[in-house]
């Protein structure tokens, strides 16, 4: 079973940044698309981007132009830098394949709030 440490969240105010970080356990980035997921409080677990081996990045509408994802093949990290951020994108972050296997790290905490 692959471990994903997810890491980087915190508090911020509207408008400000943060970048997010996931480490796998072993090396599955080359074969798999990342992606990162969010869920806010009462709402289902959404993919907001997603990255494909060859470093092709697709965004959910509502990040596009505010969220830049990449990653570290030969680290097995996947980064999502988040910019521009609103009280909307407040959510526990979780990174996973995409399709995500069937179970999740304990993801990070983004709270945006002034």
């Known amino acids: 079973q692959v471990q994903l440490v997810e890491s980087g969240g915190g508090l911020v105010q509207p408008g400000g940044s943060l970048r997010l970080s996931c480490a796998a356990s072993?090396?599955?980035?080359?074969?798999?698309?990342m992606g990162w997921y969010r869920q806010a409080p009462g709402k289902q677990r959404e993919l907001v981007a997603h990255i494909t081996s060859g470093g092709r990045a697709v965004y959910t509408d509502s990040v596009k132009g505010r969220f830049t994802i990449s990653s570290n093949n030969a680290k097995n990290t996947v980064y999502l830098q988040m910019n521009s951020l609103k009280p909307e994108d407040t959510a526990v972050y979780y990174c996973?394949?995409?399709?995500?296997?069937?179970?999740w790290g304990q993801g990070t905490q983004v709270t945006v709030s002034s």
């Open positions: 996973n394949k995409k399709p995500p296997f069937d179970y």
């Open positions: 072993r090396s599955i980035f080359s074969i798999n698309v």
